[in-house]
């Protein structure tokens, strides 16, 4: 530290006695802003947008969801040296201590509204240029307003009440923009007409792998529609469905299927590896690379803890999959769900794996000990990878890493990522999307068959979950439903639970689980009884406990309500 301090006393020395000479210097040249009105510059800002996609950071409002779905949700355990390390993602897991100050909260709030930032900076100017001078024109416009309604997406399920800031509003006025100009159904109603407009002005296909194109638009407004349709009150309560949204919801949906643009991967695996991103299931992911003549690439930082503790990789042991989750992959004698005593008896040692009848997925998603890592038969996962087993647990997540010989991984020592892609919409979801919204419009028979492709999919989904002599790793049981054979009558109702419990088992560790929860109005219910057990299981959480009518949203922050000199509202219950 001391070694540092001189460092940095030095720095400071030298610029104190160097100031003035540079000073003397005449600028070399400088741009107007309206020389940045050109084709070439409007295309580099274009450009700029699309990268705050991957402008992730470990340590400050990752945009990887994975603290903010799957710590809040049961699906995993913080991980990491102990409660303290990385202390504000402890509050998130735990609720009970949440703050408005919590530093995470401000800087992904911060960090979403830059992006949004170079988005309206890259629309201010496209609106100024012709289509004659600039042929892109209105294609770049839909980017654009795609990718700023994909971050006030964000911003909308994690803290309910935003401010709407769009290129028309001068830089200088954005403090006056309230966060209740428009209500929560407002807002998204608002985010929809970006959506919708995005889908009128963008092609089929796109030049460049990454770009938005026609078919991410009407996905992701499928997705705005189903989180919309879900009406709440100011009490986030659940109050009723809207149908209209649902039926549209259905429509988008189905114009995508049909399209035959997109299709299930054949091995689950392929979502989550380097070598096959970009693949068949994918919508629209973001794009990370290496080895682009920056010194790092633009490499997954959102998953720069998630590593295990051994020495091809070093650092850090987070995002530690609960125990609760991976006994919800155990299925009965039919191969179906354990619905209502999955969580009665845990499952946690490769011979447990080979006793009980699993998902296969399960091994696609979690490190186990004993079991190979990542697919390498002879590369086993240990319970020494992980750091407080004692904690946390010994599991890991598996889906955003990587093997330390691929060629995407890469070390930022201490700690290390890949340039993996990372999906925010695969077309497993847009077949969930409508089997959800079918059922809640009590059409549960047209559910059935896209919830069962997805489970067959899975059970051929078994090729890599070899050990070295070739055998299964465990014993491999899913089935499809088949009501009236091996399940209850389809009704409404079991299907509801089919559907919810396969979104959890297809999207596992993918961030996305707590706002489902919050989307159905069972967050609070959900969550509680799901600590009611872990407490058992695991001291830290002993204190743990959802707030109703509070903890279904994060507190709007403190710095950004003290940035709008208190215009803007705090959430109910905060």
């Known amino acids: ?74 699906d995993a355990y913080k991980g990491g040296a102990g409660t303290g390390d990385m202390g504000d993602l402890h509050l998130m897991e735990s609720y009970v201590y949440m703050r408005d100050d919590v530093g995470y909260l401000d800087s992904k709030w911060y960090r979403q509204y830059v992006a949004i930032s170079r988005a309206n900076n890259a629309l201010g100017r496209l609106n100024l240029i012709s289509d004659e001078n600039y042929p892109d024109k209105t294609k770049r416009i839909a980017e654009m307003r795609f990718l700023r309604a994909h971050h006030l997406f964000e911003l909308k399920i994690l803290f309910k009440q935003i401010p709407f800031i769009d290129e028309t509003i001068p830089a200088e006025d954005y403090i006056t923009i309230s966060n209740t100009v428009y209500s929560s159904p407002e807002m998204w109603e608002k985010i929809a007409e970006e959506f919708r407009f995005a889908a009128s002005g963008l092609p089929e296909d796109n030049e460049a792998v990454g770009r938005a194109n026609k078919w991410m638009a009407k996905a992701y407004l499928a997705k705005t529609l189903l989180y919309a349709a879900y009406e709440q009150n100011e009490k986030h309560d659940v109050t009723g469905i809207n149908a209209s949204k649902l039926n549209e919801v259905v429509e988008l949906t189905r114009e ?172 497993a979801d847009v077949m969930l999307w409508q089997a959800e919204a079918l059922i809640e419009l009590g059409r549960p028979q047209e559910a059935l068959p896209l919830i069962n492709a997805l489970r067959e999919r899975a059970a051929g989904s078994t090729d890599r979950l070899v050990d070295v002599q070739g055998d299964y790793t465990g014993k491999f049981k899913i089935e499809v439903y088949k009501p009236g054979e091996n399940c209850p009558a389809w009704t409404q109702e079991f299907a509801r639970e089919a559907l919810r419990w396969e979104r959890r088992l297809e999207f596992a560790l993918e961030g996305f689980r707590f706002f489902d929860l919050v989307r159905w109005g069972i967050a609070a219910e959900y969550v509680n009884a799901y600590l009611d057990v872990e ?11 959802f707030t109703k009518n509070r903890d279904e949203y994060f507190p ?6 003290n940035f709008s000199k208190k215009l803007y509202a705090q959430n109910y219950g905060w």
Not at 61 to 66: E, H
Not at 407 to 415: A, G, I
């Open 1 to 74: 530290m001391k070694t540092t301090n001189i460092f940095y006393c030095a720095i400071l020395l030298f610029l104190s006695t160097a100031c003035d000479s540079f000073l003397d210097e005449n600028p070399k040249g400088s741009l107007s802003d309206n020389q940045l009105n050109t084709p070439e510059n409007i295309e580099k800002m274009v450009i700029a947008a699309y990268s705050s996609l991957g402008n992730d950071n470990y340590v400050s409002g990752s945009n990887a969801l994975w603290p903010y779905g799957d710590l809040r949700s049961g």
């Open 256 to 427: 995508i299927i049909n399209s035959r643009k997109y299709a299930l991967a054949g091995d689950f695996a392929d979502n989550f590896l380097c070598e096959t991103e970009n693949g068949p299931e994918s919508i629209f992911a973001v794009q990370h690379s290496r080895n682009d003549a920056t010194l790092h690439g633009r490499l997954d930082w959102g998953a720069m803890l998630n590593y295990p503790m051994n020495g091809e990789y070093g650092c850090c042991g987070f995002h530690s999959p609960s125990q609760n989750l991976v006994n919800a992959f155990k299925t009965d004698a039919n191969g179906l769900p354990m619905f209502s005593d999955f969580n009665e008896v845990s499952v946690s040692t490769p011979d447990d794996l080979l006793s009980h009848n699993i998902d296969p997925r399960l091994n696609h998603s979690v490190a186990i000990p004993g079991l190979p890592y990542k697919y390498n038969p002879e590369f086993i996962f240990l319970e020494s990878w992980t750091r407080q087993p004692e904690v946390y647990g010994a599991y890991m997540s598996l889906k955003e890493v990587v093997l330390p010989d691929c060629p995407c991984f890469e070390k930022v020592n201490p700690f290390m990522s890949s340039s993996k892609n990372r999906d925010i919409i695969r077309y």
């Open 535 to 545: 407490k058992t299981r695991h001291t830290y959480l002993v204190d743990a406990k």
């Open 556 to 561: 709007i922050p403190k710095q950004q309500i």
